[in-house]
């Protein structure tokens, strides 16, 4: 599933190549609201290299710093215009264990689940983290964007989030309430680089929408593994 529920911002990673076995990003480009540089895709795209290669046990024992959980990212390719900081809850009628392993279950088909017409290419997903990149359309224009998922089990997870008109970081903790029942708290930091942003009223609420379409798909999956 997808963790956040926004539709995601446009993101400047537009092409892929494949040395050796891990998926780098290739091509930068953007036509959109912010003036991208050369140096900020290559910052971009080493970015999401380290996100992707200290998943190897070889790169963690070397240094913990090139992970992006928990980091807050400076990218020099625009200035942030307004910066939000919210906090929701859900209450999920399902096992602690379950609850985990479904939200953090991604695939390609999850937008279908709330009804988007965003679409997933996942670039890795292991035991440590997920990447995927996501395209959608906007204003008539197709838009891209990262997402690094950082998983740290038994409860929680982590979402790192990097667009042109916004960047994003979300965490995700579960509490038991019961033996099947569960809260899922979620505390996101949006920092827009547009002028005209979304109130956080607005965030909210479109936040909330989403999480309750994904809630009612994990309790009818927990029912129905129940029966």
């Known amino acids: ?3 956040v529920g926004f539709e995601p911002p446009a993101l400047f990673v537009l092409g892929w190549m494949n040395p050796g076995s891990l998926p780098l ?3 930068c480009a953007s036509d959109n609201l912010v003036s991208i540089t050369h140096n900020a895709c290559l910052t971009l795209n080493s970015w999401v290299y380290a996100a992707i290669s200290s998943d190897r046990p070889s790169e963690r024992r070397k240094s913990s710093a090139i992970s992006p ?5 400076e990218l020099k ?14 209450i999920i009628h399902a096992q602690l264990r379950f609850v985990y392993d479904w939200c953090t279950d991604y695939r390609e088909s999850d937008p279908q689940i709330t009804g988007s017409k965003s679409k997933r290419k996942i670039l890795m997903k292991t035991k440590h983290r997920v990447v995927w990149v996501a395209s959608y359309r906007s204003s008539g224009k197709i838009r891209n964007a990262v997402d690094v998922v950082t998983l740290q089990p038994p409860n929680a997870w982590h979402l790192d989030f990097i667009g042109d008109e916004a960047d994003q970081t979300a965490d995700y903790t579960l509490t038991p309430l019961g033996a099947r029942k569960t809260r899922l708290a979620i505390t996101v930091k949006v920092r827009y680089k547009v002028r005209n942003v979304p109130s956080k009223a607005q965030d909210v609420k479109e936040l909330h929408e989403v999480w309750d379409k994904y809630v009612a798909a994990l309790e009818k999956d927990y029912g129905r593994n129940r029966s």
């Open 1 to 3: 599933m997808y963790s």
């Open 25 to 27: 990003a290739g091509v």
């Open 69 to 73: 959980a928990h980091v807050e990212l």
């Open 77 to 90: 390719f625009g200035a942030y215009t307004q910066t939000q900081n919210f906090h929701v809850s859900k």
